[in-house]
């Protein structure tokens, strides 16, 4: 019945920016959402899904390394039910499918999250 979908991959240079967005639906789960802790994760060619980020539902924000911290931000629009990965100066190696996804505000974020989005695909060039 929830639904994430995500929107604004396509293809970039080196350097470039891109934003993704992550919409939740229907309306009627607005308020939930507010409570949710909502982050990213991205799977490469040939690699398994790993994860980016997440913005929790009070405003803590953990990324999984220094690889992306720095050059992401994650934000969120709650009145909109809406995510968003900002990402800066994108590299070779952030080619992957992003992936928009949604805890509870009481899960540990080790666990599996209890939603996914269906991916929007980012692909950077050299």
């Known amino acids: 019945q929830v639904r994430l979908v995500e929107s604004g991959g396509g293809l970039v240079q080196a350097g470039e920016s891109l934003t993704l967005s992550c919409a939740a639906s229907p309306r009627s789960f607005a308020t939930t959402f507010t409570t949710y802790n909502m982050g990213w994760f991205r799977q490469a060619p040939g690699k398994e899904r790993e994860f980016v980020g997440v913005?929790?539902?009070?405003?803590?924000?953990?990324f999984k390394d220094d690889s992306v911290k720095g050059r992401f931000t994650i934000s969120r629009n709650n009145a909109e039910s809406t995510v968003f990965l900002q990402m800066n100066d994108l590299k070779p190696e952030d080619t992957a499918v992003y992936y928009c996804a949604a805890w509870s505000q009481w899960a540990e974020l080790t666990t599996a999250p209890k939603i996914w989005g269906q991916g929007t695909q980012v692909t950077v060039s050299s």
């Open positions: 913005k929790k539902w009070n405003g803590i924000v953990t």
